[in-house]
């Protein structure tokens, strides 16, 4: 198994054993950290991913952002094309399990977004060192999506501290974060 392999592994198995009390605690802290982060606050149009596995959840952040009018973007896994297609979330009686067991709208309910309209992308992960290299889960799919979005709009990974790794040595397709947010603080990649 290679390097990247058995990092994924351990970093899944720490994520995994947290309790689901604290998965809701952390994801309250990052949430209220995004609340105070100004690219959030200023963003009009998120994507956002739905949380599954352990990651950082993303319900109570899917909330905020319609209780303040503004649209929410989910990604809907293509396995085919290898690919992730944007789509508009409404409502959440609108999804179905999909792809890997990851809720996505119902495919009649579908409307499709253009990656040019999002202002801000919360990004998932399986490990992130400090300037903002990622680890995810071994496909590719956020290195082919990211480079539809606008330039200049922020890529910010949600992670727990236990996500943290001293280096990842990124690909040349790997597309780096700017920002990673975790219950302890706000990281800002560029300062590493
Ligand atoms: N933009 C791209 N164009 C073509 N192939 C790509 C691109 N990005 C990634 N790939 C391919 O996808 C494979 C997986 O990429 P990588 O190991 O970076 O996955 P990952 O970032 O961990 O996964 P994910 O983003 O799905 O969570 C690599 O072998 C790589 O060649
Ligand atoms: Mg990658």
Known sequence: MDEKKILRKEILNK???QLPAEIIAKSDKILALLKAFQPY??????MVYLDFRGEVRTREIIKDLWAYGKKVIIPVTVLLEKKLLPVYLKD???LVEG??????PKAETREIADPKAIDLVLVP???????GNRLGYGAGFYDRFLPQLRPGVKKVAL???LQLVPK???GPHDIPMDYIITEERIINCRLY
Do not use: H, M, N, S
Not at 125 to 131: N, Q, S
């Open 125 to 131: 992960g399986v490990a992130f060192d400090l300037k």
């Open 99 to 104: 792809t890997y067991g990851i809720l996505e």
């Open 159 to 161: 992670a727990f501290e």
């Open 15 to 17: 994520r995994t054993d």
């Open 168 to 170: 990842i040595t990124p």
């Open 41 to 46: 606050q200023q963003a009009r149009t998120v």
């Open 92 to 94: 959440f009686g609108d």
